[in-house]
């Protein structure tokens, strides 16, 4: 899960940076002793599974900052204080840990996160619009409408059921904007709207692409990330 800290005091933001590399379910985007700066990170990204947050800060306080959220991602409550819990729990966060937290605890709290609550956000990220250039107009798009995104050099091209879009971006940004719960790279050229794949092959796999099928390369190292990704039913 790609995770932030929020966290004005900066002792406890260093401890639980070592908790989350020691982890390895986790991603660290960044750590933040602003709540404001990490609001305005998750307005730009979609791609945040986990908050780990505390409540007592400045400008932003914990709930005011997981209020100003449309979607909030998944939310783990660390703070110094139990008498925020009852209150805590009122927005749906995973769990509350009290400072000082062990790194045991700690452990607790993310595994609950991935076997319950992972991947939460993919309904209502796909409802999300993004506005593309096309010629000297911008053209609104839904996310889930789009179906893959190819690299080409320093540009990238979206592909929807009815139409393209190339703008100057590389795959390594758009891949970080976009949401992991519908998106997914399997190439190092391709990213694919999971939800829109038909067949699976030994190297490629199909999408659908309005009344045809699109068939996208699926390469060594982006295997097995897809196989884990998506439910397959075996005996």
Do not use: W
């Not at 933001?13 to 982890?23: M, P």
């Not at 409540?55 to 909030?72: K, Q």
């Not at 992972?118 to 010629?135: C, H, L, P, V």
């Amino acid at each position: 899960m790609n995770c932030i800290i929020v966290d004005d005091d900066k002792m406890s933001c260093k401890i639980l940076e070592g908790f989350v590399e020691k982890t390895t379910s986790l991603n660290l985007i960044g750590s933040f002793n602003s709540s404001v700066e990490a609001r305005n990170i998750l307005a730009k990204r979609y791609d945040i599974d986990l908050i780990i947050l505390d409540i007592e800060m400045p400008e932003l306080n914990g709930f005011d900052f997981i209020g100003s959220l449309d979607v909030p991602p998944n939310v783990i409550i660390v703070s110094s204080s139990e008498r925020y819990a009852l209150k805590a729990f009122d927005f749906n966060v995973v769990d509350y840990l009290l400072k000082p937290v062990t790194y045991g605890r700690f452990c607790k709290a993310t595994d609950k996160t991935l076997k319950y609550f992972s991947r939460k956000d993919n309904t209502n990220a796909g409802d999300k619009e993004i506005f593309i250039k096309k010629g000297s107009s911008l053209v609104k798009l839904k996310l889930k409408d789009i179906v893959y995104i190819e690299a080409l050099e320093n540009y990238v091209t979206l592909t929807t059921s009815d139409d393209k879009y190339t703008i100057h971006f590389t795959m390594k940004a758009i891949e970080n904007q976009l949401p992991s719960g519908i998106f997914i790279r399997v190439h190092r050229s391709f990213i694919i709207n999971k939800s829109i794949i038909q067949t699976i092959k030994e190297n490629s796999l199909d999408l659908k692409v309005g009344d045809s099928l699109k068939n996208i390369p699926v390469g060594k190292s982006f295997r097995d990330s897809l196989l884990n990704d998506i439910n397959v039913m075996a005996r």
